[in-house]
Antibody, heavy 117, light 108 residues
Framework: EVKLVESGGGLVQPGGSLKLSCAAS????????MSWVRQTPEKRLEWVAY????????YYPDTLKGRFIISRDNAKNTLYLQMSSLKSEDTAMYYC??????????WGQGTTLTVSS | DILLTQSPAILSVSPGERVSFSCRAS??????IHWYQQRTNGSPRLLIK???ESISGIPSRFSGSGSGTDFTLSINSVESEDIADYYC??????????FGAGTKLELK
């Protein structure tokens, strides 16, 4: 059974940093590209980051470039999202999702980030 | 960026009815549209890929159609477990992927 379990969310002050993790199981992690997708309090879904199966290629929406970094450790079957210079508009539920080319076939349960003073 | 407009924002149906969700793209995206269901307090679940391709494990009452700029997700005979939010997502501008704002399906 494919399982994705996110962790690391919490309350962060504006300008702060946080690193999310996603533990994967039930499939050959190193064979799949992975992404982070967030859902705002208004329930909008936004793609946040993409990483190739080997980790050599990463992509971000232009609005997030430079603040978010996606990475992975295939030996640990874990995906990461390092977030910095956080803003209130980054407040959201963050999902890790397995990517199949350009859509998402499995999603985790999500971890919540709140950016507030 | 490619914008996806979903309409209506809310759909009210009775069990057993057929329902259709609309997703319109701001430019021609071929069949690069995918549909997701999100139940209350749940994570999104892939229902249809590439406009009309079925997904293993998804009930056959779900189907998709369309190409170019206009796309439709249909549920043949709505069941109570289908009450959820439905989102479309485009992949024509990969790696930049965007979602529609969603349509909420509720019971009359």
């Amino acid at each position: 059974e494919v399982k994705l379990v996110e962790s690391g969310g919490g309350l962060v002050q504006p300008g702060g940093s946080l690193k999310l993790s996603c533990a994967a199981s039930g499939f050959t992690f190193s064979s799949y590209t992975m992404s982070w997708v967030r859902q705002t309090p208004e329930k909008r879904l936004e793609w946040v980051a993409y990483i190739s199966n080997g980790g050599g290629s990463t992509y971000y929406p232009d609005t997030l470039k430079g603040r978010f970094i996606i990475s992975r450790d295939n030996a640990k079957n874990t995906l990461y999202l390092q977030m910095s210079s956080l803003k209130s508009e980054d407040t959201a539920m963050y999902y890790c999702a397995r990517s199949v080319v350009a859509h998402f076939d499995y999603w985790g349960q999500g971890t919540t980030l709140t950016v507030s003073s | 960026d490619i914008l996806l407009t979903q309409s209506p924002a809310i759909l009210s149906v009775s069990p057993g009815e057929r329902v259709s969700f609309s997703c319109r793209a701001s430019q021609n995206i071929g069949t690069s549209i995918h549909w997701y269901q999100q139940r209350t307090n749940g994570s999104p679940r892939l229902l249809i890929k590439y406009a009309s391709e079925s997904i293993s494990g998804i009930p056959s009452r779900f189907s998709g159609s369309g190409s170019g700029t206009d796309f439709t997700l249909s549920i043949n005979s709505v069941e109570s477990e289908d009450i959820a939010d439905y989102y479309c997502q485009q992949s024509n501008s990969w790696p930049t992927l965007t979602f529609g704002a969603g349509t909420k399906l509720e019971l009359k």
